[in-house]
């Protein structure tokens, strides 16, 4: 809404595991491609798979290694050499480390007709059926698909190994499966799913090596929107296959808002057939956080791109004991109010309206959850503007089992205020903001709207890929003729992101030579303001500190004569206004410098004098409305935006316990917030 003014194959051996703790870390291990491994001629030679089987059976223990995926094409040539060599290798997991495989195009599903019977004539159902992992599969007598359970990180999982292409009885079948095991986290391992570019394998895209090429029935993105989304369950995807640099991931919102991660990674097309690299998944329940590197037992030594060693935090998995909380209201208009929930929340209760009131004789009288499950949108009776209202909900749970509830009585403080802009991109689109490229490398951008957020998925920056100042990338910049003209506001942003390269908005913009950028980069470890004036960069403050990977934030730029207070999550980023006196008006942008994975939402610029207090400036007492804050309880208890990067710039979140977090005392919160109000007017005057 816009608004202006106002798995292929699954094995496994599991040995009675036992859990040391439940918040433990564990591991599991990828094994891609080994065609050129286990085929006599290729580029490498059997004893690369040797040495990566044995490196797992001796680092079992330290690695606390659950088990190992196998991504399919085991062998090159689907003949009995490629097949004995497999067996050999595998042989040394035996009773020792549990292990899975999957079947790609070169172990028999590449051309029709269609024939896996070597692979099952090697490993075969009888191995594993009597397995107390063992779940079932799909066609009798065969591997092809099938599903495991097993424990970890007090996680119950099911892995299926669905074959390559799956066919749609494959899919349908996967479908009944999760839904009789609604209780356990789905990982899923088959051939092919992500392409290198980090979209789902596909036609119609360029991309190469696509399934329907090979006369099978179903691609990556079909295998999204017919199995894959539909499950609250549905955690990871892992594939090989694909060359190119053999690294693709992307992390999608199922329907019912959980977070699916999805992974490729494959070697063959580097040294030796693979220099014996597998890929490291590292969980850590505790932090609800995994770490993925690729490491070769041959050369002893880890690949340290970024594309081969990166990490997701707050997975939504592991153990949630945690409440929800208010993270932000957003008062669309006189009769409607958004809360956005630190979780996706449960739809019975979080659309009861008895569960919310609203302070001053304001009557809730609808309640809908928005596309995105965090998001429970109000319809209010009439709002009056410049008043500051108290929101406290009650009873409303996340989807954690069993569920956890908000603390009762907690209070958001908001106010009802006229808007230049408000833009939550619920509608699907971007209709009023206008794309500009100026990165080179991986161009063009792809902006679009996904799940009522704006998000961008391409790699696009420049002049390099190691650059940190005058830096070329993407942004999309509200393109109303009026907005040209504004000066003094307050400008905040949702904003979240799985990869860890440039974001941030850029403010008073005027056109592609004249802006303001703020500019924040967690790879690079770095948080930065400049302005760029007749396309000349000038830095004008620059800190340490990144941002919180898969987490939302809340950017806020308030733009006052020539003073720029840039906050993150009501963090100070540079503990103070900046001071500048280059450009006096311009509108706002949304902006990427090469982060495929970033996403925008709840787009609010509000005049600066549009509520004037009782000295005549602006009543900022209660910080924008809750809008701009974030919860104390991220910072003190390890929530959302628990990391030590929130408080490099010296943050410390009482100032969120008095005007972003959730209170069970509503006399203290709206005491607090009057007093703190003051005290700001009353520091205003002495300047």
Partial sequence: MNSRGKIVILLFWLLAPQEASAQEPFSIILLPDTQKYTTPGLAGWPELFDIQTQWIVDNKDSLNIAFVL???????DNDDPGWANAKTSLDLLDGVVP?????????GLGSAPYDTTKFNQT????????????????EPGKMDNCYHRFHAGSVDWLVFALEFGPRDTVLEWANQVARNHPRHRLMVVTHTHVYSDDLHHQSGLGQNWVPTDYGRENNGDDMWEEFLKNHSNTAFVFNGHVLNDGQGRRVDTGVKGNLVYQMLCNYQMIANGGNSFLRIIRFYPAEDRLEASSYSPYLAQYNTDPQHRFEYYNLGIFDDRQPPTIDSVLVVDDNHVQVRFSEPVEEINSTTVTNYNISGD???????????????????????????YVLTVNDVTDRASPPNVIEPGTEAMFMSEPALLIDDFDDGDFDGWTVVDRGTISAPSDWHGSDGRLAQSSNICGPDTAATENRQGSFAYWSDAAAFSWDDYVFSVHMQTTDDDGMGVLFRYQDEANYYKVDIDRQRNFRKLFRITDGVETTLAAVSGGYIQNADMVLRVEVVDNRYTVT?????????????????NGTVALYVWGNDGASFDNVKVVARE?????????DDGYDGGFD???????????????DAEAAISGGCGCHNGLYGSASTNPLSTGLLAVLLGLCRRMLKRRE
Avoid: W
């Fill in 568 to 584: 993150l999550d009501s963090t100070d980023i540079f503990s103070g206004a900046v001071l500048d006196d280059g450009l006096q």
């Fill in 70 to 76: 196998h991504e399919g094409d085991i062998t090159n």
């Fill in 362 to 388: 304001v009557t809730v009288l609808a309640a809908f959850l928005e596309m995105d499950p965090r998001t429970v949108s109000l319809t209010t009776s009439q709002l009056t503007e410049c008043v500051t």
């Fill in 610 to 618: 549009s509520c004037p207090g009782p000295d005549g400036g602006y």
């Fill in 123 to 138: 490993f075969p159902v009888s191995k594993f059926e009597n397995l107390p992992t063992f779940g079932d599969v799909f």
């Fill in 99 to 107: 292990y899975v495989l999957a079947v790609g195009n070169h172990d």
């Fill in 628 to 642: 701009a804050g974030t919860n104390a309880e991220n910072f003190e208890d390890g929530g959302g935006a628990a």
